[in-house]
């Protein structure tokens, strides 16, 4: 009897150290396959169509502004910041194994009775480029919090509302 007591708590312990070995494996190939798809991003630019640098946040860090007159439109290029200030490359038709769909970026906040702020989607250069529009709607000022938005939650979130001011 004791032999076969022996027996069962051996083939237990190997049974139990089997699904721990297989869970651990299993939690490092999903850490991996997290940072790949998410972006670790510590800032971003707000670009002009023209290449000028409007708006920069990084690290919680302010330089530039956003201004248009009532009835103005403005196009900018969003493009994220690394953790030494180096614009982060991306794919433009990102669509991983697991199905996920690429990042989109969230606008909110703004009062759109001053300015309307929105993604946007333009022909430019035979591709459709996602712009950020801003439109002047009356005089005054407002600001929008900006999100990188992948599977249902942010990836990043700016640490500054960006501050708009219509003339």
């Given at each position: 009897m004791?032999f076969?007591?022996?027996?069962?708590?051996?083939?237990?312990?190997?049974?139990?150290?089997s699904?721990?070995?297989?869970?651990?494996?299993i939690?490092?190939?999903?850490?991996?396959?997290?940072?790949e798809?998410?972006?670790?991003?510590?800032?971003f630019?707000?670009?002009t169509?023209?290449?000028?640098?409007?708006?920069?946040e990084?690290?919680?860090?302010?330089?530039?502004?956003?201004?248009?007159?009532?009835?103005?439109?403005?196009?900018?290029?969003?493009h994220?910041?690394?953790?030494?200030?180096?614009?982060?490359e991306?794919?433009?038709d990102?669509?991983?194994?697991?199905?996920d769909e690429?990042?989109e970026i969230k606008?909110?906040?703004?009062?759109?009775?001053?300015?309307v702020v929105?993604?946007?989607?333009?022909?430019?250069?035979?591709h459709?480029?996602?712009?950020?529009?801003?439109?002047?709607v009356?005089?005054?000022?407002?600001?929008?919090?900006?999100?990188?938005m992948?599977d249902?939650?942010?990836d990043?979130?700016?640490?500054?509302?960006v501050?708009?001011?219509?003339?």
């Open positions: 004791k076969f007591y022996e027996s069962i708590m051996r083939n237990f312990f190997i049974l139990m150290l699904v721990f070995l297989a869970f651990f494996v939690a490092c190939e999903d850490s991996d396959d997290d940072a798809e998410h972006v670790d991003a510590e800032g630019i707000l670009e169509e023209d290449g000028v640098e409007a708006y920069r990084f690290k919680g860090s302010v330089t530039g502004s956003v201004s248009l007159s009532v009835n103005d439109t403005l196009h900018f290029m969003v994220f910041l690394d953790d030494n200030g180096k614009e982060i991306h794919e433009e990102h669509d991983d194994d697991h199905g690429e990042a606008i909110s906040g703004a009062s759109v009775a001053v300015a929105e993604m946007i989607e333009e022909e430019h250069d035979g459709e480029e996602k712009l950020l529009q801003v439109v002047g009356s005089k005054g000022s407002t600001s929008f919090k900006l999100e990188l992948h249902g939650h942010a990043y979130t700016s640490t500054n509302n501050p708009v001011t219509v003339n």
